[in-house]
């Protein structure tokens, strides 16, 4: 069973050409974390502004790991969160199967 996190940031005007190459960043070092099997930014189509993060781990440790990271810290904490309006963060586990 993996642990997902779904991360919407809404960027403050204008300061989405500083934080996507902040998150590109983010995504190369995290997908070398023992335990990170994905780390995807996506860019609303409609509102640049709007901004997803999907990240996939083998396990809810793994994740708490990826945030005690210095780069999670440099980065996120550190430039990118100060050049955002919001910031939601959805952490998922999957749902037994059920048999029909």
Known sequence: MTYVVIARYRTKE?????????????AA????EPGNLAYRVHQ???????VV????????????????TEHFRQIVLGKVVPLLES????????RAEVGA
């Open 14 to 26: 204008g300061a989405e050409d500083t934080v996507l190459p902040l998150l590109d960043t983010m």
């Open 29 to 32: 070092a995290s997908r070398r």
């Open 44 to 50: 609303g189509t409609e509102d640049p502004r709007a």
């Open 53 to 68: 993060l999907y990240e996939e781990y083998a396990s809810e440790a793994d994740f708490t790991a990826h945030c005690a």
């Open 87 to 94: 910031r939601d963060v959805l952490r998922c586990a999957p």
